[in-house]
């Protein structure tokens, strides 16, 4: 199963406790490494960070990423990132994009004690929410607070991923003795990083936006209350593309007022490359009626210089100040 762990405060990073230092990140491009150390509370302090280039069409193309096309491709950049690295890596952890991993919410009744239960009435569940094919996903989840006024008693933060593609991934890595404690992506690794700007909000938003598509995770003290991830159509006009990004915040915007009516949207937070955040201010202004925060160093809990980009290191740093499971 995917290694996040069983308990909700340990896998959205509410705890300041560390696991291994070294944080692996894969996308359709690249893969790139940051090896942390420092202090639970004290900060992080990013010592290496280091990438290597993927070649076009390493993957197979697909809604939740794709399988490898060249599996021995891949596996030799792994080798020469590795290859880089001044510390030795036994274990690691490992950040994926937002829509390899995908996120959702689940309501249900009363629970049965065994995990491996649980996960059949989730696979049940989710063919009716989901247009994947649930025989091909690993999942797991953890346990959030209810919604008010909802019908079950129980609502799940549920984690999914195509299995082959996964498991493709973490061969790859213990082929070089790495073994990959936990899987986790870009949204609850920058949740993890800004626990502390989120925690005094009783709602707030994370926005990561890559020039592909953005998420959006909403937060009640902190903790996850509603997900979206939408892909977004490179081929659109600024125009069109604004209209189309508009009006999805608004709808967003509506569920909000209708299941949470009593909290104030008090904070968006925003992480995206620097030619993007200009449009995207005024989109989530015009959208959820809140001006946004670019995320920025200071945001984060990192200490010392690092001289790499908000957007990269984010979800890196709230991955590595997790606990393994």
């Given at each position: 199963?995917?290694e996040?762990?069983?308990?909700?405060?340990?896998?959205?990073?509410?705890?300041?406790?560390l696991?291994?230092?070294?944080?692996?990140?894969?996308?359709?491009?690249?893969?790139?490494?940051?090896?942390?150390?420092?202090?639970?509370?004290?900060?992080?302090?990013?010592?290496?960070?280091?990438?290597?280039?993927?070649?076009?069409?390493?993957f197979?193309?697909?809604?939740?990423?794709?399988?490898?096309?060249a599996?021995?491709?891949?596996?030799?950049?792994?080798?020469?990132?590795?290859?880089?690295?001044?510390?030795?890596?036994?274990?690691?952890?490992l950040?994926?994009?937002?829509?390899?991993?995908?996120?959702?919410?689940?309501?249900?009744?009363?629970?049965?004690?065994?995990?491996?239960?649980?996960?059949?009435?989730?696979?049940w569940?989710?063919?009716?929410?989901?247009?994947?094919?649930?025989e091909?996903?690993?999942?797991?989840?953890?346990?959030?607070?209810?919604?008010?006024?909802?019908?079950?008693?129980?609502?799940?933060?549920?984690?999914?991923?195509l299995?082959?593609?996964?498991a493709?991934?973490?061969?790859?890595?213990?082929?070089?003795q790495?073994?990959?404690?936990?899987?986790?992506?870009?949204?609850?690794?920058?949740?993890?990083?800004?626990?502390?700007?989120?925690?005094?909000?009783?709602l707030?938003?994370?926005?990561p936006?890559?020039?592909?598509?953005?998420?959006?995770?909403?937060?009640?003290?902190?903790?996850?209350?509603?997900?979206?991830?939408?892909?977004?159509?490179?081929?659109?006009?600024?125009?069109?593309?604004?209209?189309?990004?508009?009006?999805?915040?608004?709808?967003?915007?509506?569920?909000?007022?209708?299941?949470?009516?009593?909290?104030?949207?008090?904070r968006?937070?925003l992480?995206?490359?620097?030619?993007?955040?200009?449009?995207?201010?005024?989109?989530?202004?015009?959208?959820?009626?809140?001006t946004?925060?670019a995320?920025?160093?200071?945001?984060?809990?990192?200490s010392?210089?690092?001289?790499?980009?908000?957007?990269?290191?984010?979800?890196?740093l709230?991955?590595?100040?997790?606990?393994?499971?």
């Open positions: 199963m995917i996040l762990p069983r308990w909700a405060r340990r896998v959205l990073g509410f705890d300041a406790t696991g291994p230092p070294h944080v692996f990140a894969v996308g359709p491009q690249e893969i790139r490494y940051g090896r942390f150390e420092g202090a639970a509370g004290e900060g992080l302090a990013l010592h290496e960070h280091r990438r290597v280039a993927l070649d076009p069409g390493t197979e193309p697909g809604v939740l990423g794709g399988p490898l096309r599996p021995e491709a891949f596996a030799e950049a792994v080798e020469r990132l590795l290859g880089g690295v001044s510390a030795p890596v036994e274990q690691a952890s950040v994926l994009p937002d829509e390899w991993l995908r996120l959702s919410f689940v309501e249900l009744g009363e629970l049965p004690a065994s995990h491996e239960s649980r996960l059949e009435i989730l696979r569940k989710l063919k009716r929410l989901v247009p994947f094919r649930v091909d996903l690993r999942l797991d989840f953890v346990p959030v607070a209810p919604l008010p006024g909802q019908r079950e008693p129980n609502r799940l933060l549920v984690a999914f991923g299995e082959a593609l996964l493709q991934l973490e061969s790859a890595f213990a082929a070089r790495v073994w990959l404690g936990r899987i986790g992506n870009r949204g609850l690794g920058l949740l993890a990083a800004l626990r502390r700007e989120l925690a005094p909000c009783a707030a938003a994370l926005v936006v890559q020039a592909d598509g953005y998420s959006l995770l909403f937060t009640r003290r902190g903790e996850p209350a509603l997900y979206r991830h939408k892909t977004l159509d490179r081929g659109q006009g600024e125009g069109q593309l604004a209209a189309t990004v508009e009006r999805d915040l608004r709808l967003t915007r509506a569920f909000l007022g209708e299941h949470l009516p009593d909290l104030r949207l008090e968006v937070l992480l995206a490359p620097p030619p993007l955040q200009t449009p995207w201010r005024d989109w989530l202004a015009a959208g959820l009626g809140q946004a925060e995320v920025s160093v200071r945001h984060l809990p990192l010392g210089e690092a001289n790499v980009a908000p957007e990269e290191v984010a979800p890196l709230g991955v590595a100040s997790q606990e393994v499971a």
